[in-house]
């Protein structure tokens, strides 16, 4: 069963997009939630994109059941980029 505590997470919560230049591809996190999305403890910009790098810290943000007070850091992901070869 899913803690009703997760109904304060936004549905989509943040984003992450991929750009390829000059053959290179880089990775950007986008903020798209009311409660905050935290990169390595620091608070994103809403629907600013930030470039990601290996080992980065990426946090969820969301507010108490009665939704009284500041958003508090609830889930947090770790990115490790993983070379792949297409056959």
């Not at 508090?72 to 792949?84: A, N």
């Amino acid at each position: 069963k899913v803690s009703s505590e997760f109904n304060k997470i936004s549905r989509q919560h943040f984003k992450i997009k991929c750009e390829e230049q000059d053959g290179e591809k880089s990775y950007f996190v986008i903020d798209m939630s009311r409660n905050g999305t935290l990169l390595n403890g620091d608070m994103l910009e809403l629907n600013k994109a930030v470039k990601l790098k290996n080992g980065d810290e990426i946090g969820i943000l969301w507010k108490p059941q009665n939704n009284q007070g500041e958003a508090k850091h609830h889930v947090q992901f770790g990115v490790r980029f993983l070379s792949y070869t297409a056959e």
